[in-house]
Nanobody, 122 residues
Framework: QVQLVESGGGLVQAGGSLRLSCARS????????MGWFRQASGKEREFVAA????????LYADSVKGRFTIARDNAKNTVYLQMSSLKPEDTAVYYC???????????????WGQGTQVTVSS
């Protein structure tokens, strides 16, 4: 069983930055591709970014390209989401997710964290 715990959310002004972290436990971290998703109030959950087990060829939603960066540290069993130039429309609960496999993907995740709130004020 894989456990995922997110941290780093909070309140930030538009244009600011935040870094989310997701600590993973329960299995061999490097065999899992990792992703970040978000869900704004009243909306469906959407894909944000993903990274494969090697850290190469990350994927990003068009809405965050050039502003967000996903990275992982396999030695620390942790994946990060560096968010810059934040906008009010980035306000959401951000979820970390894990899927078995080598490649980054926007779908088919088996494990999910509890989420961390990110609020961007205008």
């Amino acid at each position: 069983q894989v456990q995922l715990v997110e941290s780093g959310g909070g309140l930030v002004q538009a244009g600011g930055s935040l870094r989310l972290s997701c600590a993973r436990s329960g299995s061999i971290f490097s065999m899992w591709a990792m992703g970040w998703f978000r869900q704004a109030s009243g909306k469906e959950r959407e894909f944000v970014a993903a990274i494969g087990w090697s850290g190469s060829s990350p994927l990003y939603a068009d809405s965050v390209k050039g502003r967000f960066t996903i990275a992982r540290d396999n030695a620390k069993n942790t994946v990060y989401l560096q968010m810059s130039s934040l906008k009010p429309e980035d306000t959401a609960v951000y979820y970390c997710a894990a899927r078995f496999g080598a490649s980054a993907s926007s779908i088919d995740y088996q494990y999910w964290g509890q989420g961390t709130q990110v609020t961007v004020s205008s």
